[in-house]
């Protein structure tokens, strides 16, 4: 083990992960899909940045296990925040069980705390009790159904596809949005336009029909005034991201009402969400069901002397979209 080391992935490492890796994140993509669908938003001009495919192997290249490092800027409790995220955690099959995604983890997280970097992230989906042995700590986020009430047609507005012209606008309105919470991204137009080639990449690559991404804004003036990036498959939607200038959120609240208006004859669409901290009900939905997150877990570990706090669901404001 003493000779293990964590080193950037080279093309033929990544190459092999990705082949080892489908089976387990595949997202119902073919296996030359799920590749392109890697490495192209590995292309992006974020991930360029700020993403980075890292490898705990020995002097031979030979990979022992290996995560996925992001770099994002956060805040917590109004201070602001360099945040490393760790996705993709994985072992081969074959030599699982002697630690070494554990030592991956902590030869990382030392390399970040080195590098000045406070507070470390990922979401599980094994459970938390792997990462608490890590020192994470699982942080609440709730997960509601949306019910749109009808109220009779929606106010007079321009709703057009979204554009990246838009994305300065969204990111402007996620800052206004996310201020008052206590932990919270900080998320810039290339954040957005990363997690938007992510999930469009991921619907384009799929088979016919097994999902779709729809971006919507409101626009007034030259201006996108609200947004929502939504999810569609044949369980319903999912809002994967989603702003309004508006203080009482109604232009989204308009927009929602005006897309499940375009099928009157069909079932009212499922309407799913993790819903942010501050960020208000529109007065045209409401919350018909309210639980916790399922599925990925987000966990936080503090990387310098200062513990994370303890973060109820109504002082997070994260979205869908903004899971790695």
Same mark, same amino acid.
């Given at each position: 083990?003493?000779?293990?080391?964590?080193?950037?992935?080279?093309?033929?490492?990544?190459?092999?992960?990705?082949?080892?890796?489908?089976?387990?994140?595949?997202?119902?993509?073919?296996?030359?899909?799920?590749?392109?669908?890697?490495?192209?938003? @590995?292309? &992006? +001009?974020?991930?360029?940045?700020?993403?980075?495919? #890292?490898?705990?192997?020995?002097? %031979?290249?030979?990979?022992?296990?290996?995560? /996925?490092?992001?770099?994002?800027?956060?805040?917590?409790?109004? &201070?602001?925040?360099?945040?490393?995220?760790?996705?993709?955690?994985?072992?081969?099959?074959?030599?699982?069980?002697?630690?070494?995604?554990?030592? #991956?983890?902590?030869? #990382?997280?030392?390399?970040?705390?080195?590098?000045?970097?406070?507070?470390?992230?990922?979401?599980?989906?094994?459970?938390?009790?792997?990462? !608490?042995?890590?020192?994470?700590?699982?942080?609440?986020?709730? !997960?509601?159904?949306?019910?749109? %009430?009808?109220?009779?047609?929606?106010?007079?507005? #321009?709703?057009?596809?979204?554009? !990246?012209?838009?994305?300065?606008?969204?990111?402007?309105?996620?800052?206004?949005?996310?201020? $008052?919470?206590?932990?919270?991204?900080? /998320?810039?137009? *290339?954040?957005?336009?990363?997690?938007?080639?992510? /999930? =469009?990449?991921?619907?384009?690559?799929?088979?016919?029909? @097994?999902?779709?991404?729809?971006?919507?804004?409101?626009?007034?003036?030259?201006?996108?005034?609200?947004?929502?990036?939504?999810?569609?498959?044949?369980?319903?939607?999912?809002?994967?991201?989603?702003?309004?200038?508006?203080?009482?959120?109604?232009?989204?609240?308009?927009? @929602?009402?005006?897309?499940? *208006?375009?099928?009157?004859?069909?079932?009212?669409?499922?309407? /799913?969400?993790?819903?942010?901290?501050?960020?208000?009900?529109?007065?045209?939905?409401?919350?018909?069901?309210?639980? =916790?997150?399922?599925?990925?877990?987000?966990?936080?570990?503090?990387?310098?002397?200062? +513990?994370? +706090?303890?973060?109820?669901?109504? !002082?997070?404001?994260?979205?869908?979209?903004? $899971?790695?």
């Amino acid at each position: 083990m003493s000779a293990l080391s964590l080193q950037p992935a080279t093309e033929a490492q990544i190459a092999a992960i990705l082949d080892d890796t489908w089976s387990v994140w595949g997202e119902g993509l073919d296996r030359a899909s799920y590749v392109r669908w890697n490495q192209a938003t @590995l292309r &992006t +001009p974020w991930a360029r940045e700020r993403l980075r495919i #890292l490898v705990l192997a020995d002097a %031979d290249g030979h990979v022992h296990a290996s995560v /996925k490092r992001y770099r994002f800027d956060a805040v917590l409790d109004g &201070t602001a925040t360099r945040l490393c995220g760790l996705g993709a955690v994985h072992t081969p099959a074959a030599l699982r069980g002697r630690g070494y995604a554990s030592m #991956l983890v902590e030869q #990382l997280l030392e390399q970040e705390r080195q590098a000045g970097v406070r507070l470390a992230a990922l979401f599980s989906e094994i459970g938390p009790s792997f990462y !608490e042995h890590l020192g994470f700590e699982a942080v609440a986020l709730d !997960e509601v159904t949306l019910a749109v %009430d009808h109220t009779g047609g929606a106010p007079a507005m #321009l709703v057009r596809a979204g554009a !990246e012209r838009d994305l300065l606008d969204i990111a402007a309105m996620h800052g206004t949005r996310a201020g $008052s919470a206590r932990f919270a991204l900080r /998320k810039d137009a *290339a954040w957005i336009h990363h997690a938007l080639v992510r /999930k =469009r990449l991921l619907a384009g690559l799929g088979p016919p029909g @097994l999902r779709q991404l729809e971006f919507f804004v409101a626009e007034e003036g030259a201006s996108a005034v609200a947004f929502v990036v939504l999810s569609v498959n044949r369980h319903g939607w999912t809002i994967e991201d989603a702003g309004d200038r508006d203080p009482a959120g109604a232009r989204l609240g308009a927009m @929602l009402e005006s897309l499940v *208006a375009r099928e009157p004859r069909a079932r009212p669409a499922v309407i /799913k969400a993790w819903w942010p901290a501050g960020f208000p009900v529109p007065p045209q939905l409401r919350i018909a069901e309210r639980g =916790r997150a399922v599925g990925s877990l987000l966990m936080l570990r503090s990387l310098d002397e200062t +513990p994370v +706090p303890t973060l109820a669901a109504g !002082e997070v404001f994260y979205w869908h979209g903004d $899971s790695f």
